[in-house]
């Protein structure tokens, strides 16, 4: 891996700015800092028999937990519910926050489009209002999976999202 540049000024937690040798959170090498920074939502919901639901990506072919970006004028709460709507055909509510996820080295995603983004994102425990399971035009799969056969291919920050929410923390973790 190649050294990175580091901010050492006192008082201040290191930053990344220079993002080559690192790589994305599909796992792919990043060849320049990201053109924003967007506040996105995940949600972690279980089933009856402590399965999690796991989306399988159309943009990559891995699975991670429902969300998305924030739209202008909604909360993350909102978003959170919207996306796990639009991503799964289940309608939920919020429970709780589990943490706030963004650290450069799990929160860098890069598109085929070439877009290059970091989120800032809000993880959500929610649980099942109604609704059924369907695909959208962002999965090509849509299941539950118990936590300790999640798919190899898991985006790597959810499979921390899963753990943190399973923790039961009574604090919001910050990774």
Same mark, same amino acid.
């Given at each position: 891996m190649v050294p990175q540049r580091r901010d050492h000024r006192p008082g201040r937690l290191d930053t990344v700015t220079d993002p080559i040798g690192m790589f994305d959170s599909m796992g792919r090498p990043l060849t320049r800092r990201p053109d924003r920074l967007i506040p996105g939502t995940a949600v972690v919901m279980f089933n009856e028999r402590g399965e999690v639901l796991?989306?399988?990506?159309?943009?990559? &072919?891995?699975?991670?937990?429902? &969300?998305?970006?924030?739209?202008?004028?909604?909360?993350?709460?909102?978003?959170?519910?919207?996306?796990?709507?639009?991503?799964?055909?289940?309608?939920?509510?919020?429970?709780?926050?589990?943490?706030i996820y963004s650290d450069p080295k799990n929160s860098i995603m890069s598109y085929p489009d070439g877009r290059v983004v970091q989120t800032v994102t809000c993880a959500f425990e929610c649980e099942r209002v109604s609704?059924?399971?369907?695909?959208?035009?962002?999965?090509?799969?849509?299941?539950?999976?118990?936590?300790?056969?999640?798919?190899?291919?898991?985006?790597?920050?959810?499979?921390?999202?899963? &753990?943190?929410?399973?923790a039961g923390a009574a604090e919001a973790f910050t990774r």
């Open positions: 796991l989306q399988e990506r159309a943009d990559g &072919g891995f699975w991670g937990l429902p &969300g998305g970006w924030v739209d202008v004028g909604e909360s993350v709460e909102q978003c959170a519910i919207r996306e796990t709507l639009e991503e799964t055909g289940i309608d939920v509510r919020v429970v709780r926050l589990i943490g609704g059924q399971l369907s695909v959208s035009s962002e999965s090509t799969d849509v299941e539950y999976f118990p936590v300790r056969s999640l798919p190899d291919k898991t985006v790597a920050i959810h499979r921390v999202m899963i &753990g943190d929410a399973l």
